[in-house]
Structure formats: C-alpha cells, structure tokens
C-alpha cells in the first residue's frame, strides 16, 4: 500500500468492536523500520517491554525503563500510519497505585503519540484500569502468564491449569469490566482460553493461548528468527532471519580478508593525471 494518501490509524474503539470478528492480527515492534514492514498486515503493534529482552539483552523485562519505552515508541509512531499503537508500562510504573499509573502513562502517550497503553495484572488492577479509562487512556489488559511477576511465579510457567483456571477467569472479568478495550491473555491452557474468550465482552488476544482467542500476538524478532536465544513452544518461526543475516555478515567478512569487496562496482574512479604528481599508483 502506498504511503503518500493519509490513513486513519485504527482506535481502541474500533478494535473492541471486532470482538467475535475477524481474528485481530498484532505483533511487537522497537525500531522504525519493523514498525513499517508490520504496519500494513497489523490491527495492533505493541510497543511492548520484551524489548529489553529482545534488544538490549537484559535477563529479563524487570529492568525496563520509561526512557527505554519512550525511545522506541517514539521510533515505532514514525513508522505507522494504519496499525493501533500500544506501549508498554514498564514494570514499578503503575503498581502503586491509580494516580502513579495515570502520571506514567499519561507520559507515555504524550511522549510517543501512542493511542493506549498495556499493563499487567487482573484483579489487583482493576481500579487502576478504571481510573485511566475513565481519564481518556485506554487500556489493553494482560493477564496469564505476566512476565513482570516472573518471580513471584518462579518462572515462565503455564497459568490457570486445573484449579488455578478460575483466579485467571477472574482477572480478565476484572480488567474488561474496568473498561480494558481488549485483553491479552499469555501462555495458559486453550480450554481456559475459550472460556475467558466466551466470557468477557472484549477481545482476548492469545499468545501461547490457542487460536480460541478473538486475536493473536507474537514478539516480532520471535517469529522473524532475529531473537534466538531461547523458542517458547507458543512460538511459529515464519522466517530465519537471523542466520540469514549471519551467513551475509560471514560472507562480508571472507570476501574483505580475501580484498573481493570492494570491487569494482563499489569505488569511485578518477584518472591517475588528477592526482598530485607522486601519489599515483
Ligand atoms: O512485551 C511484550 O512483548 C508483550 C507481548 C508479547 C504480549 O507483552
């Protein structure tokens, strides 16, 4: 599609009213030019805190920083034209309470341009959910599996197996009757998926959830094979990206040792008579 005629960017209004609809496509992006390459295919871009991970190689989202979701929101708005764009509040940014979340995330859109912010947590966090909703910040909700409390569950694990299925249910009742405009619902098992989906009004966006859930997210570098460090199950790798891009650096780097690049077609010729006399050949 071209760029040059203005688009409207799709609004958390109109994704919430694709609840049973057309499954919603979504995908993480950091940089501009994967803002541009996922824009056109995306209902939804997140601008979300496994950039850390992803990006700066920390162990893990914890220490995601609102400079860092600045940065690279800032860098994904230049790159969008259609998708809804969501960031991310870093993990200490909105716990403490309804006024502290409101603060940050009001910084968040007024810095990056984004349209909502996501946050994690359920019941806890149905009051702060309110509170920003009914102060024109829309909220995506996550619960399941929320990385930000790796600790707390010791480890990445499966959420809501057997009876922990009905504390799950509740935090996604809880975050969508609080006005979330949709939900992500991460790593948890595809019956309980169904049942979430089936009982709140919004749509539920699945990332190791099934395809039960109205729509589905993945982290980019994931699916693209740039991030290879370790492959959740959840995780379809649609390309080899990065050993792609290995096999051009090794080549580059054979083709400099054996003064094959540059060749030819890469330098800028003059005749030798230019030259100050002494400094030919
Ligand atoms: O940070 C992130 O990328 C996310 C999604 C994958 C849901 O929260």
Do not use: W
């Not at 992803?54 to 929101?73: K, N, P």
């Not at 870093?90 to 810095?111: C, D, H, S, V």
């Not at 859930?213 to 649609?238: A, H, N, S, W």
């Amino acid at each position: 599609m071209s760029h040059s005629q203005p688009v409207k960017a799709l609004t958390p209004p109109d994704i919430r009213t694709r609840k049973g609809k057309m499954p919603l496509v979504c995908l993480t992006a950091y940089t501009t030019p994967i803002a541009r390459l996922v824009d056109d295919h995306c209902d939804v871009v997140l601008v979300g805190d496994s950039v850390g991970m992803v990006m700066h190689g920390l162990a893990s989202t914890l220490e995601v920083t609102m400079d860092m979701m600045v940065m690279h929101g800032k860098a994904v708005r230049r790159g969008l034209s259609k998708a809804l764009m969501v960031v991310d509040m870093p993990f200490g940014t909105y716990e403490e309470g309804p006024e502290q979340a409101f603060r940050n995330a009001a910084t968040l859109m007024r810095e990056t341009g984004c349209a909502a912010v996501k946050l994690e947590g359920g019941v806890q966090m149905a009051k702060t959910v309110q509170y920003l909703t009914a102060r024109a910040i829309p909220v995506m909700g996550h619960v399941g599996l929320t990385p930000q409390s790796v600790n707390a569950f010791g480890g990445y694990k499966v959420q809501g197996r057997g009876a922990d299925a009905n504390a799950v249910l509740a935090d996604a009742k809880a975050v969508a009757d609080a006005g979330a405009f949709a939900v992500v619902i991460e790593k948890v098992p595809d019956i309980l998926a169904r049942r979430i989906t089936g009982a709140i009004g919004v749509p539920t966006i699945g990332i190791g959830a099934s395809a039960q859930c109205d729509g589905q997210i993945l982290v980019v570098d994931d699916m693209l094979g740039i991030f290879t460090e370790f492959l959740p199950k959840f995780v379809k790798r649609y390309a080899e990206l990065g050993a792609t891009a290995e096999a051009a650096v090794s080549a580059y780097a054979d083709d400099v040792r054996a003064r094959r690049f540059p060749g030819p077609d890469h330098v800028f010729g003059d005749s030798p008579k230019a030259l100050p006399s002494g400094t030919e050949g």
